[in-house]
Nanobody
Framework: QLQASGGGLVQAGGSLTLSCKGAGRAFSTYAVGWFRQAPGKERECVAI????????YYADSVKGRFTISRNYATNTVYLQMNSLKPEDTAVYYCASQLVAYGSPSARPSEYDYWGQGTLVTVSS
């Protein structure tokens, strides 16, 4: 079970940090991705961190602005979002993926568990 939090209303150029808290020790064995879905658009992957935190993926639209990290002691994955733009407005979801082989996938269908979503609104 995943619990996402940290969304809110921020002005363009501002920052927010999203948190995704997992339950149980098994959470540390999962890759975790952050996805977002804007009204009328498909869900897209914005960032992924592998279970070892060695591999990280960022969508081109957020590279250099977003940073994903994880804290094993607290079972939490963070998404630090800087220089926010109005086009970053969306519901953000975290999800976990058990990767048996290779790198984590960016496809939503490959993820096993999802958080409830947290709304990020960036005003211009």
């Amino acid at each position: 079970q995943l619990q996402a939090s940290g969304g809110g209303l921020v002005q363009a150029g501002g920052s927010l940090t999203l948190s995704c808290k997992g339950a149980g020790r098994a959470f540390s064995t999962y890759a975790v991705g952050w996805f977002r879905q804007a009204p009328g658009k498909e869900r897209e992957c914005v960032a992924i961190i592998s279970r070892s935190a060695i591999i990280a993926y960022y969508a081109d639209s957020v590279k250099g602005r977003f940073t994903i990290s994880r804290n094993y002691a607290t079972n939490t994955v963070y998404l630090q979002m800087n220089s926010l733009k109005p086009e970053d407005t969306a519901v953000y979801y975290c999800a976990s993926q058990l990767v048996a082989y290779g790198s984590p996938s960016a496809r939503p269908s490959e993820y096993d568990y999802w958080g409830q979503g947290t709304l990020v609104t960036v005003s211009s």
